[in-house]
């Protein structure tokens, strides 16, 4: 039945192009389970009158994007430019450390032991010290979601830079390439798949790494707005703000994932 | 033997007592030992042989890419060292070793842009030219990806001839594929060498192939690698597949395979 309408519209000139027809049939599932989700939401707050300061019904949290459409919006702009500058920030740091320790063994063997410390430090506890030294400003923020981006990426770049297979290496031997134009005809491109795999990782851990240096300390921001919003019992508003920032985290992934695609173009064995 | 090849180069590729040794954790292993013989220019020699005898590391030495521990090579009057860093040696490896990120094309290129590029006072063959050569016209922009794996052999075959390299070093480069791709392959190598004119020496343990291909074939023996004995294939060229159902063709891969047998 279905290859039968497939195989008509296909012939039809004025039906969906293949592509596009399979990108829609493929967004139908993913669409269906998150309706099924907010209807099951919707279902359990009603039958069991689970009262709207408890958990609010998809309606409240409607009403609540209605009602504090500018706050929401207010508040979101702050924690966008602590997660995107701290993803920056942190990316950056951790591509030219991964270049250095790939052509300087000691240097990896003198800091990366000190990348691995910072990597188990918990965030929420960096982050009051931050406050303290910085303030309440944008610095702690981007320090933070910068700290979270680092370690992935630094890890899968030193590996991505490596990941060039011996073959590939003697060829260039034989055509007495230099190490500079190894560099920059193999190993920069056998990184990049491994570095999209950190950098999707990055950009929503960089989202959470801002919202929780808010939390610490902060007059403005999706963070901030979380803890008034507890505080003040603005149940549909807490969770519209939760959404929010799902919304921009996911958005944020999808923008890497998009770059990846652009970049990326060819197949790449699978950098896990 | 016949000399096919529209133009011939003096001297040949000289191993003289040639050894080498690895040093591991589990003590010495000595891959080569007391490796001597001549390839003559222009020639295609085959290295013929049970894996672990030494074919690839034998291979590696004539291309620079390791000193021998002892002995000493001659790669047309020249050391192998002075012959890489004159472009004079095709490399062609079993798995192709293109860079996925190029195309055709681009892999093709690719000696052109690194290490100096092409030797002062030599022309480079034209990307393009080989591709066709190798019968790839029209796949130039094709990822390695959307190629199927006797494609991507002819890409590394046409990488490796755009410096016009006076040898052509192929270590096991249809090993992986399968036999008819293999055979159709076989034909088109020996066109292209009585083209090119260039010296190849190419490694295989497959008894047919070498037999098909080679003027002479280097029968080689494991533990420590050493050479058996040296075979001349007197089968005339341009050969086809009527090649493989001639008398002597079977002859000549049953000697081989007593040879290899008695090792
Ligand atoms: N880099 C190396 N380190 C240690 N042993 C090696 C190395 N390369 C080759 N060998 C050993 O040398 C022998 C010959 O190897 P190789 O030349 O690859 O054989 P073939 O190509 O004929 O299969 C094998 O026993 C192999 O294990
Ligand atoms: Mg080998």
Redesign the pocket.
């Given at each position: 039945m279905t290859s039968a309408t497939a195989e008509l519209s296909h012939r039809s000139p004025t039906s969906t192009p293949p592509r596009r027809r399979n990108i829609l049939r493929k967004a139908v599932p993913p669409v269906a389970a998150i309706v099924g989700l907010v209807a099951l939401w919707w279902v359990i707050v009603a039958v069991f009158s689970i009262p709207k300061y408890i958990v609010p019904s998809p309606l409240d949290v409607l009403g609540s994007f209605q009602d504090d459409y500018s706050t929401l919006l207010a508040n979101l702009w702050p924690t966008v430019l602590e997660a995107v500058f701290g993803f920056l920030a942190g990316n950056i740091v951790a591509i030219a450390l991964a270049v250095i320790f790939v052509h300087w063994k000691t240097a990896e063997r003198a800091f990366f032991p000190v990348a691995v410390f910072i990597r188990t430090v918990p965030i929420v506890a960096i982050a009051p010290i931050l406050v303290v030294i910085l303030g309440y400003g944008y610095s702690p923020k981007i320090i933070i979601a910068a700290l979270i981006s680092f370690f992935p990426t630094l890890v899968n770049m030193v590996r991505g830079l490596q990941a060039v297979d011996k073959q590939s290496l003697e060829l260039l031997r034989v055509l007495s390439a230099s190490r500079r134009e190894v560099f920059f005809k193999v190993r920069i491109f056998a990184s990049l798949p491994y570095l999209f795999s950190a950098l999707k990782i990055a950009a929503t851990s960089s989202v959470i790494g801002a919202i929780v240096a808010e939390w610490v300390g902060s007059q403005q921001g999706l963070g901030y707005l979380i803890i008034q919003a507890t505080y003040n019992f603005q149940v549909p508003l807490l969770w519209a703000t939760m959404i929010v920032a799902s919304i921009f985290a996911t958005l944020f992934f999808a923008v890497i994932g998009i770059i990846e695609k652009l970049v990326v173009t060819w197949d790449a064995k699978e950098a896990a | 033997m016949t000399a096919p090849a529209t133009m011939t180069e003096p001297g040949t590729i000289g191993l003289r007592d040639v050894g080498?040794s690895?040093?591991?954790d589990r003590g010495v292993?000595?891959?080569?030992d007391g490796v001597t013989a001549s390839l003559p220019a222009s020639g295609f020699t085959s290295?013929l042989?049970?894996?672990?005898?030494?074919?690839?590391?034998?291979?590696?030495v004539i291309a620079d890419l390791?000193d021998p521990s002892t002995g000493g090579v001659d790669v047309l009057g020249a050391t192998p060292h002075q012959r890489r860093l004159g472009r004079d040696i095709g490399f062609v490896f079993q798995d192709a070793a293109l860079l996925p990120w190029r195309t055709a094309v681009e892999n093709v290129r690719l000696p052109l842009e690194v290490g100096g590029g092409v030797p002062q006072g030599r022309q480079a063959n034209s990307p393009e030219d080989l591709l066709a050569l190798v019968g790839l016209a029209g796949r130039e922009h094709a990822y390695p990806h959307e190629l199927s794996g006797g494609m991507r052999q002819r890409v590394a075959i046409a990488r490796a001839l755009i410096c016009q390299p006076r040898v052509l070093l192929m270590?096991?480069p249809f090993g992986a594929l399968d036999e008819i791709t293999r055979d159709r392959l076989n034909v088109e190598l020996l066109r292209i060498w009585q083209e090119t004119g260039t010296t190849v020496v190419f490694?295989t343990?497959s008894i047919p192939e070498a037999v098909f291909l080679s003027q002479q074939v280097v029968v080689?023996s494991?533990?420590p690698?050493r050479i058996r004995e040296i075979v001349d294939i007197d089968l005339p060229y341009p050969r086809g597949s009527e090649t493989r159902d001639l008398p002597q063709f079977s002859a000549l891969a049953s000697r081989l395979r007593h040879l290899l047998e008695q090792s």
């Open positions: - | 080498v690895f040093h591991t292993v000595t891959a080569l290295l042989g049970p894996s672990g005898c030494g074919k690839s590391t034998l291979l590696r390791l270590d096991e490694v343990h080689m494991a533990h690698g």
